[in-house]
């Protein structure tokens, strides 16, 4: 414990670590107050797109944890951000909910069904055969294929469901074009992440649940990995992946 809280900022995944769809995880409440407590700084870097800061923050509210909007960052805002910078007042076509429409907008990206520079993926209801005939024909007519995050899966009150790389799948396998993905455990998000902070990399540690995104994003990017148990990644899973978190608990509510 003391080591860990000996870290200047925490990284934190939010599905599957703090919560369960609008199920709240035992011992998230305690941890994120252990951090408030020891002025710990940390960020809810999160996968998910389909809701804003403020709505994360108003969920985790709800379940009874207080913290400010500036404390979460999402893939939407990262896809956002990476798609303004590649090409600034371009248009798109969106597959996702209103926490990717949103960010989107703010960022001066326009939606356009008919000839957008990209179609964006992100997670959410708005899938269905015909918006992915559409998004098919758009990318063969020469629009980039972008997706929010690479997660296949994600965790639920029902238990796991396809996430964003599965979703976006079919429009790869259909038109040749392989994605571009903006989230964990892409770098971009990390960098920005820590950003945010304001911590070097040595200085942090990342908490999450899956192995094929939030360890290796840690790895990759020089950061302490701390993987639960309380998502997707069960203690057999471990051994399917050439590298390794640095700590491995059952929960959040094990590490402090």
């Known amino acids: 414990m003391d080591k860990l809280l000996d870290k200047k900022g925490f990284i934190i995944d939010m599905d599957?670590?703090?919560?369960h769809g609008n199920r709240l995880l035992s011992g998230a409440k305690?941890?994120?107050?252990?951090?408030?407590?020891?002025?710990?700084p940390f960020l809810f870097l999160t996968n998910s797109s389909d809701r804003s800061p403020e709505e994360l923050r108003q969920k985790l509210?709800?379940?009874?944890?207080?913290?400010?909007?500036?404390?979460?960052?999402?893939?939407?805002?990262a896809t956002a951000k990476f798609v303004?910078?590649?090409?600034?007042?371009?248009?798109?076509?969106?597959?996702?909910?209103?926490?990717l429409i949103t960010a989107l907008h703010d960022a001066g990206i326009v939606m356009n069904d008919v000839d957008p520079e990209y179609v964006i993926v992100?997670?959410?209801?708005?899938?269905?055969?015909?918006?992915?005939?559409?998004?098919?024909n758009l990318v063969r007519n020469g629009a980039k294929l972008i997706g929010t995050n690479s997660d296949l899966t994600g965790p639920s009150e029902n238990g796991i469901i396809p996430a964003c790389r599965a979703m976006i799948s079919p429009i790869e396998l259909a038109t040749g074009k392989p994605a571009y993905f903006v989230g964990k455990p892409n770098p971009l998000m990390m960098r920005t992440g820590l950003k945010m902070l304001g911590v070097h990399s040595e200085d942090?540690?990342?908490?999450?649940?899956?192995?094929?995104?939030?360890?290796?994003?840690?790895i990759e990017s020089g950061i302490d990995t701390i993987l639960v148990l309380s998502g997707v990644t069960s203690r057999n899973d471990i051994d399917n992946f050439p590298y390794r978190p640095k700590y491995i608990f059952d929960s959040i509510k094990d590490v402090f």
């Open 84 to 99: 303004s910078s590649q090409s600034p007042a371009s248009s798109a076509f969106v597959m996702g909910e209103a926490g």
């Open 61 to 77: 509210l709800r379940m009874g944890i207080d913290c400010a909007a500036d404390h979460f960052y999402t893939s939407a805002l």
């Open 122 to 136: 992100g997670e959410g209801n708005t899938l269905n055969y015909e918006n992915m005939l559409k998004a098919v």
């Open 204 to 218: 942090a540690v990342i908490i999450g649940d899956r192995m094929d995104t939030d360890i290796i994003a840690g």
């Open 30 to 40: 305690d941890f994120v107050k252990t951090l408030q407590d020891n002025n710990k």
């Open 16 to 19: 599957g670590v703090i919560y």
